[in-house]
């Protein structure tokens, strides 16, 4: 292969594609705006290179996330750092770090859900300096079919430069990516702060300092000068942002959140009734413009989800209320008291669907009983169902699965058109 | 988010999909044998990678790339290193080691084709040892659009490691991909070698011996007796393994692999006038299965993109040979001789697409003047001329380009299927 070097500098002036392909056919989505479901990486594409890097960004964004999605935690001197485990054991080398050692220890704790934690000969990012943190490098899940080439290669970053890195790639890529963190179990990192509402308050400054949020409600400011924010430079003319999106499992977070600022609020939940009956969404939709349950509430169904966690319920209480809400009504309830639906997490297709249906002797209780056979029906499942998001991995994947989809609403909307 | 660790380890052998998301329709493309165009990972995926590095062909794989591309060269003690040019200063940090700066020197040499290469203070792959050329790391082109995260982290590796690596792949990602080497100035490579063959041959040899190549004509396997290859794994029962392919610009080689070995060629051109003429053609037609021009060839045409490298020709002689195809009919032709196309390159949709039609001034040579105005535009009108192959870059365009082709396929195949 030549290298036409010259020819490009001559005609880098003349005639420049546009960005990203994208499909820009005029299809109506039954997602509740119309418009086509949206990919969200989840932990950037954590499929691929290590999550939550600087490198998982990148390839989300290359490969056409529409949102790249982040997990806040909270350091000892008050920073916000990226990272969905309280404990950097499991995805870093900080065991090879001598200096890191005196953090190793055991915790346990409930959290939210009643769910309990225990954790041994571990290290947490709450009992650690922002300067001991940028000490760890990340590594990949060992899971055959990822790349092991970029271990030890990136450190983790601070929710600023994680705004700062969706900034660079608007600007380079020239799309917007929206934003989308979610505070990990705030309870737990707001204890030993000089108030309750630190992390929410620490997280609301830093998303408005990047022009992500407008503060909504009373925030005081003076307890977090110390709060590490770079400065930000004036996107070029022509350039918009994503949009933002709170997440959170903690409903009260979930509440504060909404009532100062202007960001929706993804209601996330895994292990609790209050998704399923209609009188707990009517309640999640007076703070949420999102509900973002697992997956499986949507397929095998509620009584199965709840109880392979573990979780109890009232059966004579979910009656009065009306019962749980079949799976493949489920969207349908949650669009019509004007929420969008954002399920997770779908996994590269080399990985297990992991439904429960998939089980023997555990029926899907939608009317349907449908169970997804494999990747391409599950996606297409959740497309006709209407999901506005969805987290991915392997968004390479899930861009192809929402084109194929495209194709067939294409086919189905032209056939009106030609009769 | 919480993590499933337990779900996953219980359910892990239940419902297991297959690998990669694939097209299957029966849908009739117009390339030689009515399937989907091939997308060939130019140089792994450097779009998004240094190219030629571990992370290139790892990220083509991952992007669904049916073939992904190694450019052979040759060290001073006859190993076969992958890299595109003839030197290594342009993306390499090989100007930082000072082990290396005694190497650094002009070169010209001439190619078989009458390309003239005048380069200056590099750093030649054929003057250096394996050890040598291990010891610097790769970078990325400088464009903002792709990102410098991986500057010096990735190494130069050897068609052995390539092959290694392709073969990794095929088990890890369970699907095969297609090599598709091409040797890089075989006369220079040849030069002070013990004969005129012998970057051929121990390309040849390697392939041969990662179960990719037949040999079907005697090689002077004696004189590389030095060549250490490493023992080859059998691969797991019912693996998948993708075509080979050879490639050139060089016809004289072109033809010297294609007798010696059962594997297809694809002869490489853009600047030989006689090339784009039907007994041009002809000639290519005894010994290459695939052809390989630079794609303005198909777009603006021959006689514009000649003339802007300054190839002059005997007007005569090409009248002779049938005159110049006109670029809406060059695949047509390609195919009516029973062989395939490969256009190169098609870059990220950040970049310039390259046709010299681009430029108000110089007009499209087909009958339909055409000039594609998009990256739509232009996979389109390839992938309705009939290309068997393209070389990309951003595999992910290319990929969802393709399938958004497919269902214009769809739509004209099945028209009325839905309406019965």
């Not at chain 1, 299809?27 to 989840?42: A, E, N």
């Not at chain 1, 109880?307 to 979910?318: D, L, Q």
């Not at chain 2, 007994?279 to 021009?293: E, F, N, R």
């Not at chain 2, 594609?372 to 365009?397: H, L």
Request: proline share 5%.
């Amino acid at each position: 292969m030549r290298t036409n070097d010259i020819a490009v500098a001559i005609l880098s002036l003349v005639g420049l594609s546009a960005a990203f392909i994208d499909d820009t056919r005029n299809l109506k989505w039954s997602t509740l705006g119309g418009k086509k479901t949206r990919l969200i990486g989840h932990r950037g594409e954590r499929a691929f290179v290590p999550e939550h890097t600087y490198a998982s960004y990148w390839q989300a964004a290359l490969e056409g996330a529409d949102f790249i999605e982040p997990d806040l935690a909270l350091t000892r001197d008050g920073q916000i750092v990226v990272s969905h485990n309280l404990w950097l054991g499991e995805t870093t080398n900080i065991r090879d770090i001598p200096e890191l050692q005196k953090y190793k220890r055991n915790i346990t704790w409930p959290d939210s859900s009643g769910h309990v934690y225990e954790l041994t000969n571990e290290y947490f990012i709450f009992d650690m300096t922002l300067e001991d943190i940028k000490k760890v490098r990340v590594m990949q899940s060992d899971v055959e079919y990822r790349p092991q080439i970029y271990n030890g290669l990136f450190g983790l970053l601070t929710f600023d430069e994680y705004l700062s890195t969706m900034r660079e790639l608007t600007v380079k890529l020239g799309r917007p990516f929206g934003a989308i963190p979610e505070l990990k179990m705030p309870k737990i990192y707001n204890m030993g702060r000089p108030y309750p509402r630190y992390f929410e308050d620490r997280a609301i400054i830093t998303l408005s300092h990047y022009g992500l949020a407008n503060i909504t409600g009373n925030i005081d400011k003076s307890q977090h000068s110390d709060l590490i924010l770079s400065p930000v430079a004036p996107l070029p003319a022509g350039s918009a942002l994503g949009p933002a999106v709170w997440q959170c499992f903690d409903q009260d977070t979930s509440a504060y959140l909404a009532n100062n600022t202007d960001v929706p609020v993804a209601c996330t939940r895994r292990c609790h009734a209050s998704l399923l009956h209609t009188q707990g969404l009517d309640a999640v939709a007076k703070y949420a413009k999102i509900v973002a349950p697992w997956k499986d509430f949507f397929v095998t169904g509620a009584e199965a989800s709840l109880k392979a966690k573990g979780v109890t319920w009232n059966a004579t209480e979910i009656a009065a209320m009306g019962g749980f809400i079949a799976p493949d009504q489920l969207v349908k309830e949650i669009h019509s008291r004007g929420m969008e639906v954002c399920p997770w997490t779908f996994y590269n297709s080399k990985e297990s669907l992991s439904y429960l249906c998939q089980e023997k002797g555990i029926k899907p209780a939608s009317r349907s009983g449908f169970c997804p056979k494999d990747k391409t029906e599950e996606f297409f499942y959740f497309f006709e169902q209407g999901a506005d998001y969805m987290f991915v991995e392997d968004i390479v994947e899930a861009n192809i699965l929402r084109t194929f989809f495209a194709n067939k609403l294409e086919n189905k909307q032209n056939q009106r058109l030609d009769s | 988010m919480r993590i499933h660790a337990l779900a996953s380890a219980s359910l892990a052998i239940i419902g297991t999909t297959s690998a990669f998301i694939d097209d299957t329709r029966d849908l009739k493309w117009n390339t030689l044998d009515g399937k989907k165009t091939q997308l060939v990972g130019h140089r792994g995926e450097k779009a998004f990678m240094p190219e030629h590095s571990l992370g290139s062909y790892w990220q083509a794989a991952l992007e669904g790339a049916d073939f992904i591309e190694p450019d052979l060269t040759l060290t001073k003690d006859g190993h076969l290193v992958v890299n595109h040019n003839e030197w290594i200063g342009d993306l390499t940090n090989a100007k930082e080691i000072p082990e290396l700066q005694k190497y650094r020197r002009n070169l010209t040499w001439t190619d078989d084709d009458g390309t003239f290469h005048d380069i200056k203070n590099e750093y030649f792959i054929h003057d250096m040892t394996l050890e040598d050329i291990k010891k610097v790391r790769t970078h990325q082109a400088n464009m903002t659009f792709r990102p410098q995260i991986y500057n010096g982290y990735f190494g130069l590796l050897t068609f052995e490691e390539y092959l290694q690596t392709i073969r990794e792949l095929t088990v890890k990602l369970g699907r095969p991909f297609g090599v598709i080497p091409e040797l890089k100035s075989p006369k220079l490579y040849n030069t002070n070698r013990t004969y005129s063959r012998y970057f051929e041959d121990r390309a040849i040899i390697t392939l041969n011996h990662y179960g990719w190549a037949k040999i079907t004509k005697k090689i002077n396997t004696a004189a590389h007796k030095d060549l250490k290859l490493a023992p080859v794994k059998p691969l797991p029962a019912g693996t998948k393994v993708g075509p080979s392919v050879w490639q050139c610009f060089d016809q004289d080689t072109a033809k010297y692999l294609s007798s010696h070995t059962d594997v297809p060629v694809v002869a490489l051109n853009e600047n030989t006038p006689a090339f784009f003429t039907p007994k041009g053609l002809d000639q290519v037609a005894k010994y290459a299965k695939i052809v390989s021009p630079w794609k303005d060839f198909f777009v603006t045409g021959a006689e514009a993109y000649l003339k802007s490298q300054n190839i002059t020709w005997d007007p005569k002689e090409i009248k002779r040979l049938g005159g110049f195809i006109a670029p809406d009919q060059l695949a047509k032709e390609i195919h009516k001789r029973g062989m395939t196309i490969s256009p190169y390159t098609f870059y990220d949709s950040h970049q310039n697409m390259l046709y010299l039609c681009q430029d108000p001034s110089i007009k499209p040579a087909s009958r339909s003047g055409f000039c594609p105005k998009n990256k739509t535009e232009e996979f389109f009108y390839f992938f309705d001329q009939g290309m068997d192959y393209m070389f990309v870059e951003d595999i992910v365009e290319a990929n969802v380009l393709r399938i958004l082709y497919a269902n214009k396929l769809e739509n004209q195949q099945r028209k009325g299927y839905y309406a019965a």
